[in-house]
């Protein structure tokens, strides 16, 4: 496969009708030098000429899923508080010096607080013009060395380089077939490794998935809901020679809901009304499960 040429091809949607009023409205800001705080919020700090030029560019960029940002006097209260999830995993990780990746990273919230680690390089990949360009939008300000790509988790094995750290959250439920994305982060990590996963999963001791007739929570593009042993069964079968839990949780309004920087509905229309434990569907409500697989080849 040839990177390049598919950089090339990608960088054409940059024109699409919807996103060229977005780039050129990036291409006009002013530029100058300004103070970054990587804490829960990523903020962005000084005197700039124009502040309500801000706040309208960043609003063109809706919806905002991942955040929170702080630009200038412009809060971005994100539909998902991404910090919770962020804090959730800091203890579990150490990316000093490593070559790090994070599929689907969205706007680049995460890799914007992985600087604080001190990493030898962060790349993103993620497939969505839109999302590229609200990261660009960040970036002008925060002058990171962070490499954003628009390609997906199927172009890491023939990626320039592996990695020592991947992170894949939120995204293996998208996949019609999990244990083929699987065996791309494989693919993606130099001889030794690791990945830190999260994915939905379901309660039980068997090794079975939820297999959603046309959605779940709403969603058309969740094939597979794994239990825990199931979705250890799918590691090992991709050559993951480590599985380790780190952390369940349960989505709460507190991590994702509605805010004036998304549009359309979120997690309190995903539920059942009556019980909360229970998707729209009838199927149980979201859980996370958090893991990191290690990849040892000597």
């Keep these: 496969m040839n990177i390049d040429a598919l950089r090339e ?20 800001l002013e530029d100058g030098s300004w103070e970054v705080t990587l804490g829960d919020v990523v903020k962005i700090s000084g005197n700039y000429p124009d502040l309500p030029e ?23 209260d994100s539909e998902w508080r991404s910090n919770i999830k962020y804090n959730l995993l ?13 599929i689907g990273c969205n706007n680049g919230y995460y890799l914007f607080r992985m600087q604080e680690d001190s990493p030898k390089s962060l790349v993103g990949f993620d497939p969505s013009p839109l999302y590229k360009t609200q990261f660009d939008f960040i970036n002008h300000f925060a002058k990171s060395s962070i490499i954003y790509e628009l390609l997906g988790v199927e172009h890491l094995e023939f990626y320039e380089e592996k990695f020592d750290t991947i992170f894949c959250l939120g995204v293996l439920y998208h996949r019609s077939d999990p244990v083929a994305m699987l065996k791309s982060l494989y693919k993606g ?31 058309p593009n969740i094939y597979f809901v794994p239990s825990i042993k199931a979705l250890k069964n799918w590691c090992t079968r991709a050559g993951f020679s480590g599985f380790e839990v780190l952390e369940k949780t349960v989505t709460n309004s507190d991590e994702q809901r509605k805010t004036s920087w998304m549009e359309g509905q979120s997690l309190e229309d995903f539920l059942d009304k009556n019980d909360s434990t229970k998707t729209v569907e009838g199927y149980p409500a979201p859980a996370r499960v958090y893991v990191k697989l290690s990849k040892d080849n000597r």
Aim: hydrophobic share 35%.
């Design 9 to 28: 091809e990608r960088q054409k949607w940059m024109k699409w009708k919807n996103i060229a009023p977005l780039r050129e409205a990036l291409d006009g």
């Design 54 to 76: 801000i706040q309208r560019v960043a609003r063109m960029m809706m919806p905002w899923r991942k955040g929170p940002f702080e630009i200038f006097d412009t809060y971005i």
């Design 90 to 102: 800091r203890k579990h990780f150490n990316l000093k010096d490593k070559r790090v990746a994070d």
């Design 189 to 219: 990590l130099d001889k030794k490794g690791e990945v830190i996963l999260d994915t939905f999963y379901i309660e039980g001791d068997e090794e079975m998935c939820l297999c959603p007739e046309s959605s779940y929570s709403k969603i």
